[in-house]
């Protein structure tokens, strides 16, 4: 009887992990959760980024990966490091309202003047002075026809105020902090900000919805 009660506890936990994967960020102490399916995703996105970086001489330390399939309200930006194969850092990101976008579901275009997010992958650019949140941002350079328009349309990587740390899940994230740029918190602003000055290459940065 004993050891089928130890079994049966040791199967909640495991399908508890499976269900939800955690990863904790050294650096501030911060629990960064994502669900397997999400996780999994993520993962394979990364060993597709990190072959499309050998092959084009991006970095290999880190890529910045998008992914717009996830709620608003849950943190989808996310500092993947290679060399750990592992999620480094993380952020809500707004979308852009242009079009039809809603809070749920934005609506995507490469298309000057509509205030709409561009999927695919971008080179992260130079350094610059932002308005918005920490006063910093990074131009981006789309590498894909969905996005090449980005550098034009003056899509940047910056942070905004008002978004905040932290998850808002089940409530999304309001529309109006982004007009196609991906625009992340302060905090993890912060902590690219020093990744990214100590770059030699070019860092990736891939948005997705898929």
Known sequence: MKLM???ILFLLLFFFILGLEGRACAECGESITVNAVDHQRLKSKAHEAKAYCVSKGFSTNYCFLVDF????????FFVWDFKGDSIKYASLCAHG?????TPSKPVFSNTPGNLCSSLGKYKVGIRAYSK???NVHYK????EPTNDNAFK???VLHSYTPLPATEVYPSHLPLGMSQG???ICNETMRQIDVLLKAETKPVLLWIYND
């Open 140 to 143: 981006l350079h789309g590498l």
């Open 5 to 7: 009660k130890r079994f």
């Open 153 to 155: 349309r003056i899509v």
């Open 97 to 101: 309202y242009g079009k039809d976008s």
């Open 69 to 76: 399939s996830i709620h608003s309200g849950k943190k989808r």
């Open 132 to 134: 918005w949140g920490i």
């Open 181 to 183: 740029c991906p625009v």
